[in-house]
């Protein structure tokens, strides 16, 4: 502190140093993105392992606090329920074990057919965006466990999103509800293109947008399936991305657009799994 | 010294929770702007420069781990330092009204210039909407933070102060 007082440069110059500082780095980052991740990478190998540690204790605390409510649920309605439980148990708890090992084989299942060729890891996400006007979120595995940038990003049975970074240790995922997410879709049914847009204006409503279907003929029923295209740059081709609802002609009578329900929650993402195959791109 | 090592680990801790505790128990889905309490608080308490570069440090961070365009959040962050640094001449030490009245312009600010930086320039209009979804819950929610979060940084200072007397 002492030190600083013998150099006394006026606050409204430093101010205007740094801003210039700030643009500076604006600019740098703008043209040479790529260049500047060695220094990213540096910043957050260092706070990941924070983060990690510290969202074990965020997640006991929520796992505590959810516990908490479903206790004070469950007082009030356990005498309600106690004669009947007793009745019903044992033939609950065999149908109950049944019934588990059922939907774990088909969901298992399901997965594998519908996504068998590519090779996935499985990551925790660790910490979300400190801005709230951006869905990104970081994962626990970086280029020490093979990830790339652009590795596609799903969870159980749709596309979550895409790398945008890696660390030695960690990633940053950009998800497709991401207001500047954009990815390249079709519909499964109709074989039409389409481009799929994250909105912010949509997230609290669980939409994505979906525009750009240049077939103004097709009628888009809700809950038409949208895949991810094989025209995309990016995203590997037969991902599921959501359902279609409301898609409607354009006031300008050339395309269709509307809306898209994820197939994903990403209000609950705890683990996503990574497919470690990148679309080969072309030469 | 002291100050320098103690802010930098408020600043990292801040930074920390932002991310991940309070994504948890994040309200209306927000999350409040711990680093902008922060910079605001060091602004107000001790002046101009210490809030243009904590408010730097800060938003260098947002960016470096989590911004696409790095140096946004760093200016954004500098200049809210800076404007609350001039408040350091109505600073009074038990005074907790002024520090949220501060928090809460200059949440505000910071999110208006974000959405112009960010939203504006890529042609989303719709203003009125992202004030209501994400300017005003992260206002009230920040300001409700700030209450306990000044107080802490408020007897941190205190505390600084007194073992730098003493040094000297």
Redesign the interface.
Known sequence: ?RR?RNISLH?KY??GI??A??????I???LY?DK?SP??TA??SV?TP??KG??T???T??DKMDNFQELKGLKSTNKKLENEVETLKFQNKALQQDKSELSELRKLFKLDSLYPDYPKVGARV?????????N?F?IDKGKDDGLKVDMNVIAGDGLVGII?EVGHNYS?VRSIID??SSVTGVFSKTKDDCMVDGD??L??DGYIRVGYIRNKQVQIKDGYEVVTSTKSTKFLPGLLIGYASNVKLDSNNLQQSGYLTPSVDFKHLDTVLVITKLKEKLK | ?K??ITIAIVV?LC???????F???ALA???P?L?LIVTVAVGYMR???EG??VG?VSGL??D???G????????IY?LVG?LN?YCKKIYYRDEITVPIILVCISDFSY?FL??VF??LL?G?L?LF??IR??MLP?LVYTALVAIFLYKALHSINGWLEQS?VEEV
Request: proline share 1%.
């Open positions: 502190m600083r606050p430093i101010f740094l801003t500082v700030c643009v500076a780095i604006m740098l980052s703008f993105g500047l220094v990213k910043f957050g706070l924070m983060q510290i969202n204790v965020g997640r605390i929520s660790i910490g979300k965006n400190t801005n709230n006007w951006y990104t970081t945008t940053t207001d500047s912010l204006t997230v609290d | 010294m100050r320098l990292l930074f920390i929770l932002q991310s991940t505790v994504q948890v128990l889905n927000v999350v702007n680093l002046g101009r420069t243009i570069f730097f961070l947002v470096m781990v989590y696409d365009i790095i140096g946004i959040c760093a200016f500098m800076f640094g999110n974000y959405y960010r939203f890529r989303r719709d909407y992202y979804r994400i992260e730098e």
